[in-house]
């Protein structure tokens, strides 16, 4: 397996066994993102953090990850004033970006970003979401969630629910458990089903998805509750929205229907889909999920940058 | 004997085994029927081939094909041959072949995709399927949905 000088692009890139290799270095990297360690294995290296969207959770948390191995992070404050709106080409920008740092992490409203800055930039390029595109670092993050709460993916039962069709996080995630031979419901209103590629996709593994649009279906079976947010501005009628979003909320009484050991994550920011009651039950994994964006972050940027092996 | 509905050129291009109905696209991908060209050309559709299946062909007269012209043809009639004819005898005959990789001949039709902006990029498709012909974009990872339309 070799990481040093490799871009992190789409979770498809990834072989179950190199994943599975960025999880354990991850777990590693747990008392170090913590704080409760040192880590001076990127001292004197500099990430360069290139956001043309707002986010909050993915810049912080490489931010973060690159300061607990000693290194550091340059980024843009503002793109609406950055270069970009001067009408500077990505592969400009990116150039600019490879002779100031040794890794760039990008952020961009358009698909297939990410891949682009790669071709023109010798230096590893990390994707930090690019528009309904992909999010590896995310799925990556999500899958060390599910592992170190569970202790394994595979033959875990996983539903996945809310918006699916625009969902990016839904649909790289549905690919890389369906890899790692996790059992999946797609649970969603008709319109916002999960659409056919990647239902299609999500069939890598042995066991075939299991459509449904209706959350008491499968919340007595589930191991991993993963909720995604339901977005208003899909919905041309209020009251529609309102009534959809209703459907699929989490609460306590819900909760009495699930496994005692049933996990629910969910990427955040959430709205209303979860209820903040179930924060203080033992099912809510969603800050520990946060969290965990720093030691698989960590694990990255060690593993391209040649820090470990 | 059969008559002959096109009659031979002398020096240019005949592109045969074309799937009937599918000629007027690939006069498109050759810029025929631009104001600019200026090449003689001859249009046979739905013809019966030899194996009595309908066909059409494409003769372009004083032209030779670029390789990126075969590759654009080759989506929208994987079944073509090219014949390179010199002085009423063909020089060279092959089949046009699907390459692994497509690029810089179609545009994506995904408007989000970043090979949409006005980045210094060529645009690439890896051939999912050859029969049908399935593509999907290197860069947003959607699938093509009208290749036809979608050829540069």
Redesign the interface.
């Given at each position: 397996m070799q990481f040093k000088g490799r871009d992190i692009l789409s979770i498809k890139d990834f072989s179950k066994q190199e994943t599975m290799h960025i999880l354990k270095v991850a777990k590693k990297m747990v008392p170090a993102a913590k704080g409760k360690k040192r880590n001076e294995s990127l001292r004197g290296k500099v990430l360069a953090t290139i956001f043309f969207e707002p986010s909050t959770r993915t810049r912080l948390s490489f931010e973060s990850a690159m300061s607990r191995l000693g290194g550091r992070a340059i980024g843009m404050a503002d793109p609406e004033v950055s270069s970009l709106k001067k009408g500077e080409t990505l592969a400009d920008t990116i150039k600019m970006a490879e002779s100031y740092a040794d890794v760039t992490v990008l952020r961009h409203h358009h698909m297939g970003a990410a891949r682009l800055a790669a071709k023109f930039s010798a230096k590893p390029i990390i994707n930090g979401g690019d528009g309904a595109g992909q999010h590896p670092t995310q799925t990556m993050l999500d899958l060390f969630t599910i592992w170190t709460e569970k202790g394994k993916i595979e033959g875990q039962k996983v539903a996945l629910v809310g918006d699916l069709k625009y969902g990016r996080t839904a649909h790289s995630l549905s690919y890389a458990l369906s890899l790692f031979g996790a059992k999946l419901y797609f649970v969603a209103p008709p319109t916002l089903q999960m659409p056919k590629e990647v239902v299609d996709d999500a069939k890598v593994g042995r066991v075939r998805p299991k459509l449904t649009s209706d959350l008491k279906d499968v919340i007595g079976k589930v191991d991993v509750l993963y909720v995604t947010r339901i977005q208003k501005e899909r919905f041309p009628d209020p009251q529609e929205y309102q009534r959809v979003a209703g459907l699929y909320e989490v609460d306590l009484g819900l909760l009495e229907e699930a496994k005692k050991d049933m996990i629910v994550m969910h990427p955040l920011p959430r709205v209303n889909e979860i209820h903040p009651s179930v924060d203080g039950t033992h099912h809510a994994k969603y800050f520990e999920q946060a969290f965990n964006g720093v030691p698989v972050r960590m694990a990255l940027l060690a593993l391209i940058l040649g820090a470990v092996e | 004997m059969r008559e002959l509905r096109v009659t031979p050129i002398k020096n240019g291009t005949v592109i045969d085994h074309i799937p009937a109905g599918m000629a007027l696209k690939v006069l498109k991908i050759l810029g025929i029927t631009d104001e600019s060209s200026d090449s003689t050309v001859s249009v046979a559709m739905r013809v019966t081939s030899k194996k009595s299946t309908l066909k059409d062909i494409v003769k372009v007269e004083d032209r030779e094909l670029l390789e990126k012209e075969v590759d654009k043809i080759a989506l929208v009639a994987p079944s073509a041959t090219i014949n390179i004819i010199q002085n009423f005898n063909v020089k060279q005959k092959y089949k046009v072949e699907l390459p692994e990789v497509a690029k810089g001949i179609l545009k994506c039709g995904?408007p989000?995709?970043?090979?949409?902006?006005?980045?210094?990029?060529e645009t690439e498709f890896t051939v999912v399927s050859k029969n049908p012909v399935r593509l999907r974009?290197?860069?947003?990872?959607?699938?093509l949905e009208n290749i036809v339309d979608a050829i540069t």
């Open positions: - | 995904n989000n995709c970043i090979t949409n902006l006005k980045e210094p990029v974009c290197v860069y947003c990872e959607r699938e």
